[in-house]
Nanobody, 124 residues
């Protein structure tokens, strides 16, 4: 599966952005999906994940209560709605997928597919 992220940009503290990830390839609905981010000088870190059905979601503590991950299997899309953004959310955001038919945990334990990143910058 090929992934392409979009929707990044410059936003002020407290603002919102919605990231999108378009997936190509068959059987998209069988892949658990997620988002990671990498800030300058830091390692890539997990942000959020969603099961292949969309029935389960999981968030890093930094994202809980502010970010919402969702998917539309009919459109082969995954989204990350980000609200109440903070300067520390500034990073390149990547969408990722675990292997087909794997549980949601596979997204952060063994991400198998990566998209290119999209830059999110939150100004103070």
């Amino acid at each position: 599966v090929q992934l392409q992220a979009s929707g990044g940009g410059l936003v002020q503290t407290g603002g919102s952005l919605r990231l999108s990830c378009a997936a190509s390839g068959r059987a998209f609905s069988s892949y658990p999906m997620g988002w990671f981010r990498q800030a300058p000088g830091k390692e890539r870190e997990f942000v959020a994940a969603i099961s292949w059905s969309g029935g389960s979601t999981y968030y890093d503590d930094s994202a809980k209560g502010r970010f919402t991950i969702s998917r539309d299997n009919a459109k082969n899309m995954v989204y990350l709605q980000m609200n109440s953004l903070k300067p520390e959310d500034t990073a390149v955001y990547y969408c990722a997928a675990g292997e087909s038919d794997q549980p949601i945990v596979a997204v952060w334990t063994n991400p198998y597919y990566w998209g290119q990143g999209t830059q999110v910058t939150v100004s103070s």
